[in-house]
C-alpha cells in the first residue's frame, strides 16, 4: 500500500526565516504534487515533479524530488505571513492505477 | 484552462435527507473523475474513483450504497449521499482528470453539514 509521510506537521516560524517541509513515499511513483491549502478552501497546486532530480520554484518557495530516497522537499525561503496555509504533498502512480494517496498535511503558520 | 466547479459549495440538511454535489470540468473532457472527503483539519482521503459510463470503484471501508456515485458525461459526475447521518458532515472534493498521464484539477470543494 502506498503510503505518504510529511514532517512536520506543525510549523510556526518567523518572517524572514527559512525551513524546508518533508515527503516521504513508501513506493515507486510516476509522480509527485505539492498543494497548497487555506482554510475553508479547496486545493491549488503548487508543483508537479515528474523526474528524479526535479527543482521547480515559485516565488519563495522551491519544490525538489529524489525519486532513489522516494523523498520530496519543499523549502521555503524568507517566509512572509501570506505563505500561512496547510500544504499536502500527494503521489500519484498514474497510468493504470487511480491511487493518489496525500501526506497529511504540514500547518505552516508565519509570525511577522 | 482545466477549471472544476463543484455545486452547492455549501448545503446543510436534515438528517435522513439525500444530498447531491455535482462535479463539473469545464474546459475540458474528464475520462476520470475522484471523490474526496476531508474532515477539519485532516488530510483528504479517497472515496472513490469514476470513469464516464462505468461504475464508480469505491475505496475500502467506503459505502457504495450511501455514497452513490454517477459519471454520466465526460464533464459531469455526481456523488450523492443517501440517508445522511451527522457524522457525514464533512469537506467533500472532487477532481477531474482529462487522461491516465495528466494531473488532477480539484473542485473547489462542497461543505457538508447534516443537522
Known amino acids: 500500500e502506498l503510503k505518504v509521510e510529511q514532517n512536520p506537521l506543525f510549523l510556526s516560524m518567523q518572517e524572514g526565516k527559512n525551513y524546508t517541509i518533508y515527503c516521504n513515499y513508501s513506493?515507486?511513483?510516476?509522480?509527485l504534487y505539492w498543494y497548497r491549502q487555506d482554510p475553508g478552501k479547496s486545493l491549488e497546486s503548487l508543483f508537479v515533479l515528474l523526474s528524479n532530480g526535479a527543482v521547480k520554484q515559485e516565488g519563495r518557495l522551491m519544490a525538489s524530488l529524489d525519486t532513489k530516497a522516494r523523498l520530496s522537499t519543499l523549502h521555503i525561503t524568507a517566509a512572509v505571513h501570506d505563505l500561512s496555509a496547510t500544504y499536502f504533498c500527494?503521489?500519484?502512480?498514474?497510468?493504470?492505477?487511480?491511487?493518489?494517496?496525500f501526506g497529511a498535511g504540514t500547518r505552516l503558520t508565519v509570525k511577522p | 484552462g482545466a477549471v472544476v466547479s463543484q455545486h452547492p459549495s455549501r448545503v446543510i440538511c436534515k438528517s435522513g435527507t439525500s444530498v447531491k454535489i455535482e462535479c463539473r470540468s469545464l474546459?475540458?473532457?474528464?475520462?476520470?473523475m475522484f471523490w474526496y472527503r476531508q474532515f477539519p483539519k485532516k488530510s483528504l482521503m479517497l472515496m472513490a474513483t469514476?470513469?464516464?459510463?462505468?461504475?464508480?470503484?469505491?475505496e475500502q471501508g467506503v459505502e457504495k450504497d450511501k455514497f452513490l456515485i454517477n459519471h454520466a458525461s465526460l464533464t459531469l459526475s455526481t456523488l450523492t449521499v443517501t440517508s445522511a447521518h451527522p457524522e457525514d458532515s464533512s469537506f467533500y472534493i472532487c477532481s477531474a482528470r482529462k487522461g491516465y498521464a495528466d494531473t488532477q484539477y480539484f473542485g473547489p470543494g462542497t461543505r457538508l453539514t447534516v443537522l
Open positions: 513506493t515507486t511513483s510516476d509522480r
Open positions: 469514476s470513469n464516464e459510463g462505468s461504475k464508480a470503484t469505491y
Open positions: 474546459d475540458f473532457q474528464a475520462t476520470t
Open positions: 500527494a503521489v500519484d502512480r498514474g497510468y493504470n492505477n487511480n491511487d493518489m494517496r
